[in-house]
């Protein structure tokens, strides 16, 4: 997970100390890191790669070198804001997901936000695009994910809002000039399992129960 930092980039290449670190600094969304660094003029949002400190961010008490993504050389933080859905459905015994399969690894369906786009309708148009198909219901607002990667001389930061929804379909089209090459249903348990991306392994983990409690029992409707 990614918090955002907002600091001077020379007082953090070799880290945040204790006696200079501030929680009031530290961010959870790049929006308000964003803010916050554009009142000063002279601070920059500095990308924390929570896995990599000692203790919960919330405990922190200093930034690592190794935990500030963006430093070393500095990297601009530019956001990239994107729509994805979650699709459950019963099977005999279990609650199934449904997930792709993109890169040789297996994921959920997602996208970039379109210009004009509401986050919800990015959502439902990339998952309809990258299954192949058009009858998707679009349920509750899940949770987000964060990652980022350096690209050219910016560090992206990819911020995905993901939805639960539904489906009565059960032929796909995988994408193909998207690079997906399979779409399939997992059980739960199983997609855990499967998932080539940790932040999405933790999602899962992490709305469970708004996914059990609002997927009906097979045959119900």
């Known amino acids: 997970m990614y918090y955002f930092y907002v600091d001077k980039v020379r007082k953090a290449k070799k880290g945040i100390p204790e006696e200079r670190f501030s929680k009031k600094r530290l961010y959870r969304y790049h929006r308000e890191a964003e803010k916050e660094a554009g009142k000063s003029g002279k601070k920059e949002v500095l990308v924390v790669d929570t896995t990599k400190l000692a203790s919960p961010v919330a405990d922190a008490g200093k930034l690592p070198k190794e935990a500030i993504l963006n430093v070393g050389p500095f990297l601009p933080t530019r956001e ?41 309708q990015c959502a439902h148009r990339e998952v309809c695009e990258e299954l192949g198909i058009s009858n998707v219901r679009v349920l509750d607002f899940l949770d987000t994910t964060v990652h980022g990667y350096p690209e050219d001389d910016t560090f992206v930061v990819k911020t995905t809002y993901w939805y639960h929804m539904q489906t009565p379909e059960r032929k796909f089209t995988p994408q193909l000039d998207e690079k997906i090459t399979d779409v399939k249903w997992f059980s739960f348990e199983k997609a855990l399992s499967v998932l080539g991306h940790v932040t999405l392994v933790h999602l899962l983990q992490r709305v469970e129960d708004q996914l059990r409690a609002h997927t009906p029992p097979r045959g119900a409707g």
């Open 80 to 120: 990239v804001v994107a729509g994805g859905g979650i699709i459950t459905r019963m099977g005999k015994k279990k609650m199934k997901v449904l997930l792709i399969f993109r890169k040789e690894k297996w994921d959920i369906a997602k996208g970039k936000l379109d210009p004009g786009e509401t986050i919800k």
